[in-house]
Nanobody, 125 residues
Framework: QVQLVESGGGLVQAGGSLRLSCAAS????????MGWFRQAPGKEREFVAA????????YYADSVKGRFTISRDNAKNTVYLQMNSLKPEDTAVYYC??????????????????WGKGTLVTVSS
């Protein structure tokens, strides 16, 4: 069993930066690929970024490539999302997710093993 708790969301001006964290409970954190998704008001949830269990592979949605960086610290059971050059269209609830298959994460998260409850990011123009 893995529990995920996101933090780091808030209000930021366009062009600013935020770093989201996702703390995971459980001894098997390092066995899971991790990902970030987001859902804006009135829109469907969308994939943002993913990282393999060893941190050897990372994947990004085209909309965030070059601006966002996903990383993980298996010793701290934590995954991060560094968000730079934020835009108003990045406003959303950001969710952390875990699955033993990174393919599940990069293909949209259907059947994901674990989800966090989300943290709100608001980017003002």
């Amino acid at each position: 069993q893995v529990q995920l708790v996101e933090s780091g969301g808030g209000l930021v001006q366009a062009g600013g930066s935020l770093r989201l964290s996702c703390a995971a409970s459980g001894r098997t954190f390092s066995m899971y690929a991790m990902g970030w998704f987001r859902q804006a008001p009135g829109k469907e949830r969308e994939f943002v970024a993913a990282i393999s269990w060893s941190a050897g592979r990372t994947y990004y949605a085209d909309s965030v490539k070059g601006r966002f960086t996903i990383s993980r610290d298996n010793a701290k059971n934590t995954v991060y999302l560094q968000m730079n050059s934020l835009k108003p269209e990045d406003t959303a609830v950001y969710y952390c997710a875990a699955d033993k298959s990174i393919v599940v994460i990069t293909t949209g998260g259907g059947g994901m093993d674990y989800w966090g409850k989300g943290t709100l990011v608001t980017v003002s123009s």
